[in-house]
């Protein structure tokens, strides 16, 4: 009889249907954290770049956990280095130009025609939460920037002034760590907020989106409350940026709001590993543009405002690995709804990341991965008289960056309003207030000094390479210049390499029926932005509302 019952159990499970003996794959939960204006600055690329760099001054030793634990990418790029279409885009997986009036900042409309991931994560059985900053399509009927249903912010967002905050806790006597652990505080129990609100073993899906990195800030701050030196950038800023002890002390204050996000992303993490979830969540950070407020920066197609920090950490893979794959933004969109089990929408542009993530490799994994496409359209509505936009399309590959500037007699950043008036802007005026010139630019202390610098013969002409007016054309040699400084379009030498580029990003953005290029470019040209996206090519048609 015993001898019945072995075989039995031995032999019985090979008859039954495979579906009752294959358990469902568990649905990964997803921690995204995108912070607003951070760029590629984190110290886990201090070793990739080597010394002297910018990188060696900040200190991110929870990013740097994510990328030793998962992947570490060393090239990944934005659609757009502009908040609402870099996020249009990315929610998505579409290139920016794709998707309507979410091509712009000021006057963006969310149409509801293209399919967000959070949408396709949702009808997977996930639980959808967002914390600050997200945009209209980011989560089903909610409002923009967390005023929504799936807003979990009722503990405060005091996080989102983390300078001013901190600094006013302090004066009214709180220690120094106890004024930030109070900040911190308030983001764990939004988090917490959001677990406690989700089902029994239902997966979630959420994003933490401060926007601390964004200016304002408070002058000093970097030194004051993260004990960062400005002396210790001089000599590691990249030649675009004026060395010099007013931008190198605006430059710390900025590394000082980008460790306050990382230290949150850390009580994040610690309140996710007491859960028991960490090795079943997927945990993705970067960010959505360049710096704030300095030369090249956010709203150029220069490294500097378009390439952006991505780690990813998945419990299973192997980690410890860094790739250098050109990786779009608009990748995640795909990579999230293929790891929830979801059908990626017919067309979209972006390619999931799973494959690179169950790899063992590092380096170039994928070889198809050479080229990033990335552009820009209107950011400040009024940024120039006649509110026409600054239209630029670009690809990057691992030589060059090639950039048209479909509108060269405009100015790249804004009018620069009153300089050469009666009375130009003063100083205070120009750090307080974007508007006051060059508004695609925000307002800050290294902006103010370089603008207060334009006739200064020694500054005169880096404020013109910086802020003045740009050929149709740029082309930068990346190994031979990776501040991107000199163009080469104009060289004979890279006359071939010009050529194939500018036919390559053309025949992308006609594949892709990217607006500018249908009736020169009306429907960002037409103030205020009006009309429906023009219709897909045959066969690329995504998934309609």
């Not at 294959?22 to 984190?42: H, M, S, T, Y």
């Not at 090795?279 to 950070?285: D, L, P, Y």
């Not at 190994?479 to 991107?484: E, G, N, T, V, Y």
């Amino acid at each position: 009889m015993r001898t019945a019952s072995w075989f039995l159990s031995l032999f019985v499970p090979l008859l039954l249907p495979a579906f009752l003996l294959a358990a469902e794959p568990k649905q990964p939960n997803i921690l995204f954290a995108f912070a607003d204006d951070w760029g590629r600055v984190a110290s886990a690329y201090a070793k990739l770049d080597g010394p002297g760099t910018f990188n060696d001054v900040v200190q991110t030793p929870h990013f740097d956990r994510i990328a030793s634990e998962g992947v570490l990418f060393r090239r990944a790029f934005v659609s757009s280095p502009s908040c609402t279409p870099c996020r249009s885009a990315l929610l998505t997986g579409q290139h920016f130009w794709r998707t309507g009036r979410g091509a712009i900042l000021q006057g963006a409309i969310w149409d509801g025609s293209i399919t967000s991931f959070p949408e396709v994560l949702a009808t997977k059985n996930y639980h959808l939460g967002e914390t600050y900053k997200v945009w209209s399509p980011g989560f089903p009927n909610d409002a923009p920037y967390g005023a929504g249903k799936y807003a979990y912010e009722k503990s405060g967002g005091r996080f989102n002034q983390f300078s001013q905050n901190v600094t006013k806790l302090v004066a009214e006597g709180k220690p120094l760590a106890e004024a930030k652990q109070q900040l911190y505080g308030e983001v764990v129990a939004n988090f917490e907020a959001m677990l406690a609100a989700r089902a029994t073993d239902q997966p979630f899906c959420y994003w933490f989106g401060p926007t601390n990195v964004h200016r304002k800030w408070i002058k000093g701050s970097g030194k004051a409350l993260w004990n960062i030196n400005p002396d210790d950038l001089q000599g590691k800023l990249p030649k675009f940026l004026p060395d010099v002890a007013e931008v190198r002390e605006d430059f710390a204050d900025y590394l000082g709001e980008v460790q306050a996000f990382d230290a949150a992303l850390g009580e994040i993490l610690k309140r996710l590993e007491a859960t028991g979830e960490l090795e079943n969540t997927v945990i993705v950070v970067s960010g959505d543009h360049g710096p704030p407020g300095f030369p090249h920066g956010k709203c150029n197609l220069y490294d500097f405002g378009a390439s952006v920090s991505l780690a990813i950490r998945w419990g299973g893979a192997k980690g410890g690995r860094v790739v250098d794959d050109l990786i779009s933004l608009t990748d995640l969109a795909p990579t999230f709804i293929q790891l929830a089990g979801g059908e990626i929408p017919t067309g979209t542009t972006g390619r999931s990341l799973v494959s690179i993530l169950k790899s063992e490799k590092q380096g170039q994994i994928e070889p198809e991965r050479n080229a990033v496409y990335i552009g820009r359209e209107r950011h400040v509505e009024d940024a120039r008289a006649d509110y026409m936009p600054y239209p630029q399309r670009a690809i990057r590959t691992h030589d060059f960056l090639y950039i048209i500037n479909f509108r060269p007699d405009r100015w790249p950043l804004g009018d620069p309003y009153r300089l050469d008036g009666d009375r130009p802007p003063t100083a205070e005026e120009i750090t307080e207030n974007t508007r006051v010139t060059l508004p695609d630019d925000d307002a800050g202390p290294a902006k103010a000094w370089l603008v207060g610098q334009r006739n200064h013969p020694m500054w005169k002409a880096h404020f013109n390479w910086v802020f003045g007016k740009r050929p149709r054309e740029e082309l930068y040699d990346l190994k031979a210049d990776p501040d991107q400084l000199t163009n080469v379009a104009a060289d004979p030498k890279y006359a071939a390499a010009r050529a194939e580029l500018e036919q390559r990003l053309l025949t992308t953005l006609r594949e892709t029926n990217d607006p500018r290029l249908v009736d020169d470019g009306k429907f960002f040209e037409t103030p205020p932005m009006s009309g429906p996206l023009p219709p897909r090519p045959a066969g690329k048609k995504g998934k309609q509302k």
